[in-house]
């Protein structure tokens, strides 16, 4: 084995080592990975009442454990067992929590607010019985 040979086999080492590097400014600000294709996830302002409201929905709090923010901020230590959060607003320092709820749920969730969108739109028609004239359209096909 040669000098340049050697040169080669350290560099593929040295690169499988390396964690992956993102570019600054690439990466989206509350991105989430390591996500269960089982579940849905959200980010959930810490306003009062808020997180009470979505773990009464069925929704949980996800822990540093499950999920990664990517968040390295030193005044935000992720300690075993904390909750995966990111600040969301600097000047009152308002935090962000991750939350995940089973699929199944979610989508009995969305169809009930499908359910309720259809039922607004039902009264979009104009009343000709009154002098209104025109027609409104809910065009679902897809097509623009």
Not at 13 to 21: D, F, I, Q
Not at 55 to 64: A, D, Q, S
């Amino acid at each position: 084995m040669n000098r340049k040979t050697a040169n080669q086999e350290q560099d593929v080492e040295a690169t499988s080592v390396r964690p992956v590097r993102v570019p600054v400014g690439t990466r989206p600000r509350m991105s989430v990975v390591g996500k269960n294709p089982n579940f849905e996830y959200r980010w959930v302002n810490d306003y009062p009442g808020r997180i009470a409201d979505f773990k009464r929905g069925g929704w949980e709090v996800c822990t540093n454990e499950e999920v990664d923010t990517g968040n390295f901020r030193v005044e935000e230590g992720g300690s075993p067992g904390s909750l995966a959060c990111q600040v969301v607003n600097g000047g009152d320092g308002t935090k962000a929590y991750v939350m995940k709820i089973h699929k199944d749920l979610y989508d009995e969730d969305q169809k009930a607010q499908e359910q309720e969108v259809r039922r607004t739109e039902e009264t979009l028609t104009p009343n000709t019985n009154d002098g209104e004239y025109g027609s409104v359209v809910i065009d679902r096909s897809g097509r623009k």
